[in-house]
């Protein structure tokens, strides 16, 4: 059921056998599995997934290239939604461990707010991240090519900018290390400072040494047209030409609401096991969220693996519970 502000207040009294915090690739495929499994689940989504800066999907087995990631997640939640599952377009603020179950508390409405409490046995957390950008005075003319030809994941992409004009967009001198694994695809490269960091002679050296640009000059502008980056116009009027543009600027990680629980981390990523359990039991970690891959590919099967242990899980506990539970209604 597509929960809004009117009904969502009905299932305050429910338990779920788990609430999945996220509805990008991750969170559905959780969902799903969950709902397959006959588990009753309950899907929050800020709306913010990654997935919805992809324009075309060109690594996903069986999808045509020119799938946008926003059509992937509205199929992925109209699938969801025929399995019974609630869904909910709210931002969670924080999970409290009650014991047996979790408190789950969620803002729901951007303006005129109302908060609203859930509970459930399990926590998925597939919130995910949120790539950092350039900070320009204009910042649509970033969100123009992002996601177009300006990326900002070498590992999805770098396939996308073989033999091109790249530039590395860093707000570190490790950010800046990219550049080099980036040669694998391209050797025509320019890292490009922003003024953020002050370069070390050995930095220097090794970008020299492969052959690669580097300008320290700020950035004052995305050149193209059709979200098609060309270029940049710096600062001091000059531009360079470019056909695509990678940008390491680091990532934001949501998982703010998970801070009364003591879970292991790994900089901002949650340590998991294979299943996607974290250091916490009864909470788990996919997607962008945990330490691994940043794959939509991936992000769905962590989603398949973390409802088949909440299944198994519950089965142990239950035993035939619930086949017993039917029989005698």
Request: aromatic share 10%.
């Amino acid at each position: 059921m597509k929960l809004t502000k009117q009904n969502s207040i009905e299932k305050t009294n429910q338990v779920y056998d788990a609430i999945v915090i996220g509805g990008g690739a991750a969170g559905l495929s959780a969902g799903i599995y969950l709902q397959r499994y006959l588990l009753s689940s309950l899907i929050i989504d800020k709306g913010k997934a990654r997935s919805v800066w992809m324009q075309e999907l060109h690594n996903y087995l069986g999808l045509p290239p020119d799938t946008p990631g926003k059509t992937l997640l509205k199929q992925g939640k109209e699938h969801y939604l025929t399995l019974g599952g609630d869904l909910l377009n709210a931002y969670v603020e924080e999970v409290t461990d009650e014991g047996e179950t979790f408190l789950v508390r969620v803002k729901v409405g951007r303006t005129n707010s109302i908060y609203v409490e859930f509970r459930a046995k399990y926590i998925i957390a597939a919130s995910g991240i949120i790539d950092h950008l350039p900070a320009l005075e204009k910042m649509q003319n970033v969100f123009d090519y992002a996601g177009y030809n300006l990326h900002v994941c070498l590992l999805c992409d770098g396939y996308e900018m073989q033999d091109k004009k790249v530039g590395v967009f860093a707000s570190s001198e490790s950010a800046a290390q990219v550049a080099f694994s980036l040669g694998w695809f391209t050797p025509y490269i320019t890292v490009f400072t922003q003024g953020l960091f002050n370069v070390s002679y050995e930095l220097r050296q090794k970008l020299n040494e492969h052959g690669y640009f580097l300008v320290e000059t700020p950035v004052k502008q995305f050149l193209g047209e059709n979200h098609q980056m060309s270029g940049v116009e710096l600062e001091d009027g000059s531009v360079v030409n470019l056909e695509a543009g990678l940008i390491s600027m680091g990532s934001r990680y949501h998982s703010d609401y998970l801070q009364s629980i003591d879970l292991e981390y790994l900089g901002g990523n949650l340590v998991t096991d294979k299943m996607g359990r974290t250091s916490h039991p009864r909470v788990f970690s996919l997607g962008d969220l945990k330490v691994g891959m940043n794959q939509v590919v991936v992000a769905a099967a962590d989603g398949a693996l973390s409802a088949t242990q909440i299944w198994r899980d519950i089965r142990r506990q239950t035993g035939a519970k619930r086949n017993l539970d039917r029989l005698a209604a």
